[in-house]
């Protein structure tokens, strides 16, 4: 019988945690790089804008079955302030109405966004996986996948700043969103870490929570993949 591996240290499970979501992360994707760049369309910013709002509303969906997945009453009273967060305390407000008013801001039909009826087939795809991801696995690996929110504030920094610099017909006030996420991110984001190194005592589940970050970037990365090759299919039209 193979000897059981000791435990990482909590900073060596946090930097592996960072390396291999860092170097997975959707910022590097060719459509981001040239969101940045300034180089997409309206029409590919727009289509980007219409299919993230889909990844949007299935935020406090996850959310939610976090909370179902948990016996702590402190755990539940901090991680509902994230659904919170996206659906508001009332009509209007939280990061959902935010988003569809970027939507308004880029020239989209409100309505069509919020019905979600125009989202790409691989996005609903990639989307509900994240969904699935949360409801299957363990409530240990549900928090290590929303740790990509470690990296949310520095690329919501630049998304804002390039925006501004390359797409100056889309109003200001529509960035609100990702102006919010800078600091609500980084909290998120540390609460979460706080999290997993606690609970996460052997070296097999610091893997496990390693191999559900990991998980949660591919379905990030699917995400554009589809959104890039529905532009690529309409130039071949």
Known sequence: MSAERAPRSRDELIELLRREGERRYHDAHPFHRRMHEGTLSQAELQRWVLNRYYYQTRIPIKDALILSKSEDPAFRRAWIRRIHDHDGEREGEGGLAQWLRLADGVGLDVELVQSTRAVLPGVRFACDAYVTLVRERSLLEAVASSLTE????DLMTRRVQAWERH???????TLEYFRNRVTRARRDSHEAVDYVVEHAKTYELQTLCVDALIRKTEILWQ??????AAGSAGERA
Do not use: I
């Open 150 to 153: 470690f990296f949310a504030p």
């Open 167 to 173: 797409y100056p017909w889309v109003k200001a006030e």
């Open 223 to 228: 995400l554009l993949d589809s959104v890039e």
